[in-house]
């Protein structure tokens, strides 16, 4: 059986940051595994239903503007794969979620930009699956469970988002190679301090717990919108029972955290 992750892939430029601890520790994210695919839950492609991409290759998407004209020229595509396209909506049909393929989608910059350091030959079969849109707890939990099955049939499962992500507290100077270091605000830490209580918990206390985490300390703050946290709701309900492993931890931008775990 495959674990899950959740990662966090902080900025758009995350490729061409080689100097980055996280970036180091991307490139080994794969190492040891074997899946046939991948399937990839980024926090920026929302639907009105869960939605996986049926294309084959996929795409890469530019979802982002004003960035060094070198990271428009990064081209991350992978092969689709239909058949696992359509397991995942059978697999979320059956656990009463209506779903749906897209197949002329490709994959979004929360998807690529990990793979793209992760596994740069691209030669892993991807298949991207969306958000709800509300970004509901209890549905993108559902979500996971329903897609637990996947992980016996060499299926790597991805949540891809962050830890911690508010982009209007971000201290630019911060940002790149000499950036300024300064210890992260108490909201931040306060709120990654509960992400680990929380994901030590055993289920159902786990799913509970982020089933319920905009009553957490500083979760209005760590996410003023939640679609970078519910990636890892999918994460971890599609890991049952496997504990929680803090494999990464760094912050970006003063307040950014690029915490990553790895579920069984």
Known sequence: ML????????????????????????GGLLRGLSPRAI?????????????????????????????????YDLRYEPPGQPDLARQTVDLLAKAGLAAQLDPSRGMDHGGWTPLIVARPQADIPVVQLSLVRGLDPSTHLAMGEALQPLRNDGVLIIGSGGAVHNLRMIDWNALGP?????????????????????????QPERAQAL????????????????????PLHVATAAAGSDKADLIHESWQGGSLSLAAWRFG
């Not at 239903?49 to 290759?57: D, E, I, L």
């Open 211 to 230: 089933r319920q985490w905009a009553k957490a300390p500083g979760a209005r703050m760590a996410h003023p919108r939640e679609e970078h946290l519910v």
């Open 39 to 71: 399937l990839m839950v980024s926090a920026h492609w929302e639907a009105a239903v869960p939605t996986a991409t049926s294309a084959s290759p996929l795409r890469t998407i530019h979802d982002f503007s004003g960035f060094p004209p070198e990271l």
């Open 178 to 202: 000499n950036a300024r270091v300064s210890p992260p605000p108490a909201w931040a830490t306060d709120f990654r301090a509960w992400l680990d209580e929380s994901l030590a918990l055993p």
């Open 3 to 26: 674990p899950t992750f959740f990662v966090s892939h902080g900025a758009p430029t995350f490729p061409l940051e080689r100097e980055q601890p996280v970036h180091g520790f991307m």
